[in-house]
């Protein structure tokens, strides 16, 4: 079945980096978007990345322009983000999701990010 | 960017009663070719979420059949016939009409009495 494992979430000071990675199996991984999705304490969800299965295509929301990165290998699986210039309002647990038809159909368990001095 | 706006924010339901659950666009989900991606979440406590409706009314595989996704255009309902203590969480909404941008509702949060 569908599997999407997060890791790479930690405590960053503000202005710090991280890279987050989400391993994926049980389907055929570069044929699908993927997207981080994101959901800070007490809040709704975030859409904040996607790229296409050949990532060709790549898109952020204006929240991150500029600060995050997505990237995949689909050698390995995986797709990463890579987060710039961290801020505390990007405390928040980072899910990795599959995209097809212009809807969500797998999440992961996501990966909690804080950023704190 | 489009905004949905689900109501109510909590919702008590008695053991057995139907319980529905409104999410409202600020513009049209019908897209140019004729789809009307908004799509239905559950997230338990302490789970990810998990996709429950796609395209307005589509359950997925695996949900019971007493959750319905039901509306048009600007206005969509998902409705549970009869509330078993498992749908116990938070039900989201989530348009993927405009693309790229996708947007959620902010949640209601199902309990029982």
């Known amino acids: 079945q569908v599997r999407l494992v997060e890791s790479g979430g930690d405590l960053v000071k503000p202005g710090g980096s991280l890279r987050l990675s989400c391993a994926a199996s049980g389907f055929s991984f570069s044929d699908y978007f993927m997207t981080w999705i994101r959901q800070a304490p007490g809040k709704g969800m975030e859409w904040i990345s996607y790229?296409?299965?050949?990532?060709?295509?790549?898109y952020h929301a204006d929240s991150v322009k500029g600060r995050f990165s997505i990237s995949r290998d689909n050698a390995k699986n995986s797709v990463y983000l890579q987060m710039n210039s961290l801020r505390a309002e990007d405390t928040a647990i980072y899910y990795c999701?599959?995209?097809?038809?212009?809807?969500?159909?797998?999440w992961g368990q996501g990966t909690l990010v804080t950023v704190s001095s | 960017d489009v905004v949905l706006t689900q109501s109510p924010l909590s919702l008590p339901v008695t053991l057995g009663q139907p319980a529905s659950v409104s999410c409202r666009s600020s513009q049209s989900l019908v897209h140019s070719n004729g789809n009307t991606f908004l799509s239905w979440f559950q997230q338990r406590p302490g789970q990810s979420p998990r996709r429950l409706i796609y395209?307005?009314?589509n359950r997925d595989s695996g949900v019971p059949d007493r959750f319905s996704g039901s509306g048009s255009g600007t206005d969509f309902t998902l409705k549970i016939s009869r509330v078993e203590a498992e749908d116990v969480g938070v039900y989201f909404c989530m348009q993927g009409t405009h693309w790229p941008q996708l947007t959620f509702g902010g949640g209601t949060k199902v309990e029982i009495k």
């Open positions: 395209r307005v009314s």
């Open positions: 790229i296409s299965g050949d990532s060709s295509t790549i």
């Open positions: 999701t599959t995209v097809s038809s212009s809807s969500i159909d797998y």
